[in-house]
Nanobody, 122 residues
């Protein structure tokens, strides 16, 4: 069973930085699209950012210019560098590893981490 392991969450003051990491042993990491999602209390889970196997990235509008997703294929790890954090960034952040079918774009493989709490508060 594939297990994604997130780390780096915690309590940070508004305006501060935090870097999340997600290790993904046991998969052919380089071929997966890796993403970070978050879920705040009482809200649905939302996509924060993703990075494709080719290195293309995409971000939800609310984090553009503040968050950066990156990957290290040699370490089977994806990162989320979060800067200028705001209280509204408070959520549980989940790592996702996904493969889409080439033509239909259906999800073929889909793996999730357990989540790491990020709290932005003074």
């Amino acid at each position: 069973q594939v297990q994604l392991v997130e780390s780096g969450g915690g309590l940070v003051q508004p305006g501060g930085p935090l870097r999340l990491s997600c290790a993904a042993p046991g998969i052919i990491f380089s071929i997966y699209t890796m993403g970070w999602y978050r879920q705040a209390p009482g809200k649905p889970r939302e996509l924060v950012a993703y990075i494709t196997s080719g290195g293309s990235t995409n971000y939800v509008d609310s984090v553009k210019g503040r968050f950066t997703i990156s990957r290290d294929n040699a370490k089977n790890t994806v990162y989320l560098q979060m800067n200028s954090l705001k209280p509204e960034d408070t959520a549980v952040y989940y790592c996702n590893a996904r493969i889409y079918a080439a033509t239909s774009k259906a999800i073929v493989y889909d793996h999730w981490g357990q989540g790491t709490q990020v709290t932005v508060s003074s």
